[in-house]
């Protein structure tokens, strides 16, 4: 069972991925990019996924601190500014770049990809 690290300020996005994934996974919540820094450094997920927006820390800033403690953490990003954002995204050290709405098969699919 994969320990995984959810961050979206968003609380309903944070419950479609824990339908989607309890069963299978730990699951770790952050409302934000601060929380998630903190949680990293406790918990040690094997995948982080992570919004892009959120208040104090944005995403690219915590994916960012995040890949300075371990540059081989594999980070998914899940973003209703994906298409605008994705280079930045992907230079900041995430991953993929997945684009909101949710659709369950491609955030699994993910998911099984950097965790095998």
Avoid: C, W
Avoid at 14 to 43: C, M, N, P
Avoid at 51 to 60: E, F, T, V
Wanted: hydrophobic fraction near 45%; proline fraction near 3%.
């Amino acid at each position: 069972m994969a320990k995984i690290l959810l961050v979206d300020d968003e609380i309903a996005i944070r419950e479609i991925l824990k339908v989607f994934l309890e069963e299978k996974h730990d699951l770790i919540e952050a409302r934000d990019g601060v929380e998630a820094v903190e949680l990293y450094k406790t918990e040690k997920p094997d995948l982080v996924i992570m919004d892009i927006r959120m208040p104090r820390l944005g995403g690219i800033d915590a994916i960012k601190k995040i890949k300075e403690m371990n540059s081989k953490t594999k980070i998914i990003v899940l973003s209703a500014y994906a298409s605008k954002q994705s280079n930045q995204i992907l230079a900041s050290g995430a991953d993929e770049v997945l684009e909101k709405p949710l659709r369950r098969n491609r955030i699994l699919e993910a998911i099984n990809k950097y965790l095998e």
